[in-house]
C-alpha cells in the first residue's frame, strides 16, 4: 500500500494569513492526490483532486500542487471557516490511502 | 444538492452481523461508484470498499475481505455495506461516499461499536 505522510500534524495561525500543508507519498502516484477538509458536524468536503484541480465550489484561495511523491496545499488569506482538519488521499492505486491529518487551528 | 445519509450503525457484539444502508440523492445514482470509508482516532480516515455503477466490480481492503460485502440498488438509490464476524478493530464511524477516485462527496457518518 502506498504511505502517505502529513505535515505538519497541527498549524496555528491567523485570519489573513498563508499557510502550506505538505504530503509525502511512499512512492510515485503521479499526480494523483487529493485534499479533504473536515469539520465537526459537516461531511468531509473535497477541496482539489488530481494535485492541483480545484472541486467545484472551492474558494480560489486553495490552491494544490506537486507530482511524484510530494505535495502541498496551499490557502492563502485564511477566512475564519478555513479552521479544520485537512487530509491528503492518494488516487493512483488501489487501495486508496490517506494522511493522518493536519490540524489547522487559531492562533 | 448532493446528499449522502448513512444509517444501520449501533452497538453489537463480537462475531455478530450489521448491515448499514446509505441512501442517497441529488445526483443519478447509477452513474457514479460508490464507496464506504471508515475513521477511527487511532487509525484515521481507511477506505474499506467500494462498487462500480453497475455492481459488478467490487473491492475490499484485505482485512474485510470474506467478512463485508459492499452491494447497491439503483432502483432504490441506494449502497450497502453488510458486516459479517465483526471484530473490535472494526470499531469505527463509517461514511458512505460517492467515488471517482478521490471520494467527491460524503455523507455525515454512522458509529459502528463492536463490544461485548
Known amino acids: 500500500d502506498v504511505q502517505m505522510t502529513q505535515s505538519p500534524s497541527n498549524l496555528a495561525a491567523s485570519p489573513g494569513e498563508s499557510v502550506s500543508i505538505n504530503c509525502k507519498a511512499s512512492?510515485?502516484?503521479?499526480?494523483?492526490l487529493a485534499w479533504y477538509q473536515q469539520k465537526p458536524g459537516k461531511a468531509n468536503k473535497l477541496l482539489i483532486y488530481s494535485g492541483s484541480t480545484l472541486q467545484s465550489g472551492t474558494p480560489s484561495r486553495f490552491s494544490g500542487s506537486g507530482s511524484g511523491t510530494d505535495f502541498t496545499l496551499t490557502i492563502r488569506n485564511l477566512e475564519p471557516e478555513d479552521f479544520g482538519l485537512y487530509y491528503c488521499?492518494?488516487?493512483?492505486?488501489?487501495?486508496?490511502?490517506f494522511g493522518a491529518g493536519t490540524k489547522l487551528e487559531l492562533k | 444538492e448532493v446528499q449522502l445519509v448513512e444509517s444501520g450503525g449501533g452497538l453489537v457484539q463480537p462475531g455478530r452481523s450489521l448491515k448499514l444502508s446509505c441512501a442517497a440523492s441529488g445526483f443519478t445514482f447509477s452513474n457514479y461508484g460508490m464507496a464506504w470509508v471508515r475513521q477511527t482516532p487511532t487509525k484515521g480516515l481507511e477506505w474499506v470498499a467500494s462498487?462500480?455503477?453497475?455492481?459488478?466490480?467490487?473491492y475490499y481492503r484485505d482485512s474485510v475481505k470474506g467478512r463485508f460485502t459492499i452491494s447497491r440498488d439503483n432502483a432504490k438509490n441506494t449502497q450497502y455495506l453488510q458486516m459479517d464476524s465483526l471484530r473490535s478493530e472494526d470499531t469505527a464511524t463509517y461514511y458512505c461516499?460517492?467515488?471517482?477516485?478521490?471520494?467527491?462527496?460524503w455523507g455525515q457518518g454512522t458509529l459502528v461499536t463492536v463490544s461485548s
Open positions: 462498487i462500480s455503477t453497475g455492481g459488478g466490480n467490487t
Open positions: 461516499a460517492r467515488f471517482s477516485g478521490p471520494f467527491a462527496y
Open positions: 488521499q492518494q488516487h493512483n492505486e488501489y487501495p486508496p490511502t
Open positions: 512512492k510515485s502516484i503521479s499526480k494523483y
